[in-house]
T-cell receptor
Framework: AQSVTQLDSQVPVFEEAPVELRCNYS??????LFWYVQYPNQGLQLLLK??????LVESINGFEAEFNKSQTSFHLRKPSVHISDTAEYFC?????????FGQGTELSVKP | NAGVTQTPKFQVLKTGQSMTLQCAQD?????MYWYRQDPGMGLRLIYY???????DKGEVPNGYNVSRLNKREFSLRLESAAPSQTSVYFC??????????????FGPGTRLTVL
């Protein structure tokens, strides 16, 4: 069975600083990876996904993630964060018709 | 197009009481899911329904039952609530078109407290 590990439970950063949220998955022959974001008191929204092709995927709000097969990682990065990026971020891997989620990383952006 | 809707938004139960959480989607999706979210544990799958008429257990099914009423609706029932079921419950749906990996869309959640 697949598993996902998010290495940091909380990441505090200052506004306009870069950030990296780490995600590692258990190896598999083929893998589909997702990052979801949950703003306070809301449901989860898809941020970006890797299905195939280019290993670097981007979201519309400046986040990007790179699929690294050799390191079984799918870290999420943003070069300059905003207060509005404060949220919980979940990495997930597809297993059959299901998603297996990591434990989540709380990103807190301070002014 | 409301997406995935859940009712109620909040609920407080006493131990032993029963209740049903309702979920509906208007995207004509085949697959539907119920998750629970607990601090530090991410989202854990309770039950899912790959298509109308089928349901399967997820990671944490004990204490829950589900009904896929039709293609739109997927309900989660707690027959005898326990404090360990205090959690935030999310419903999700997915198109699950054969050969295509599609996105899961989530509802706003139901915050349940069992006293």
């Amino acid at each position: 069975a697949q598993s996902v590990t998010q290495l940091d439970s909380q990441v505090p950063v200052f506004e306009e600083a870069p950030v990296e949220l780490r995600c590692n998955y258990s190896s598999s022959v083929s893998v589909y990876l997702f990052w979801y974001v949950q703003y306070p008191n809301q449901g989860l929204q898809l941020l970006l996904k890797y299905l195939s092709g280019s290993t670097l995927v981007e979201s519309i709000n400046g986040f990007e993630a790179e699929f690294n097969k050799s390191q079984t990682s799918f870290h999420l990065r943003k070069p300059s964060v905003h207060i509005s990026d404060t949220a919980e971020y979940f990495c997930a891997v597809k297993e059959g018709g299901k998603l297996i989620f990591g434990q989540g990383t709380e990103l807190s952006v301070k002014p | 197009n409301a997406g995935v809707t859940q009712t109620p938004k909040f609920q407080v139960l006493k131990t032993g009481q029963s209740m049903t959480l309702q979920c509906a989607q208007d995207m004509n999706h085949n697959s539907m899911y119920w998750y629970r979210q607990d601090p530090g544990m991410g989202l854990r799958l309770i039950y899912y329904s790959a298509s109308e008429g089928t349901t399967d257990k997820g990671e944490v099914p004990n204490g829950y039952n589900v009904s896929r009423l039709n293609k739109r609706e997927f309900s989660l029932r707690l027959e005898s609530a326990a404090p360990s079921q205090t959690s935030v419950y999310f419903c999700a749906s997915r198109a699950s078109i054969a050969g295509i990996t599609d996105t899961q869309y989530f509802g706003p959640g139901t915050r349940l407290t069992v006293l």
